[in-house]
C-alpha cells in the first residue's frame, strides 16, 4: 500500500490510498493517518482519493470508519472519491454511502 497526502494546509486536503488496504496494512495505515490528521488544520471535509486502490476487505473497511471517526473528532466530513467499479460495488453492498460522500 501506498499512502500519500496532499493539500493539508488547505480547507480540503486529501488522502491518495493506492494498493490494497486490509488488515495486513494496518498499521502503516494507522501511521499514515495519525501523521496526516496531526498536520491537518481545521479542514471542512478529508478526501480519501481510491482511484488507485485495487482490494478492500471488511478489515479496510474497518480503517476507513477509524477515518470518519477521527474526522468526525475534527468537526468534518470524509469523502471517498475516484472510486474504481470493484471498491463502488463493495461500499455500496455495506451501505457506505450512509456514512461516507462517494464519488
Do not use: H, K, W
Not at 482519493?49 to 477515518?67: I, K, Q
Amino acid at each position: 500500500m501506498q499512502i500519500d497526502s496532499r493539500g493539508v494546509g488547505e480547507r480540503t486536503p486529501v488522502l491518495s490510498l493506492s494498493g490494497r488496504l486490509d488488515f495486513t496494512r494496518r498499521q502503516e495505515f494507522l501511521a499514515a493517518v495519525d501523521g496526516f490528521f496531526n498536520g491537518l488544520s481545521m479542514p471542512v471535509e478529508v478526501q480519501l482519493d481510491c482511484a488507485n486502490l485495487t482490494y478492500l476487505d471488511s478489515s479496510g473497511l474497518g480503517l476507513l470508519l477509524v477515518v470518519r471517526d477521527r474526522a468526525r473528532n475534527l468537526g468534518c466530513t470524509v469523502a471517498l472519491i475516484d472510486c474504481n467499479a470493484g471498491v463502488r460495488e463493495i461500499l455500496g453492498t455495506v451501505q457506505f454511502g450512509r456514512l461516507f460522500r462517494v464519488s
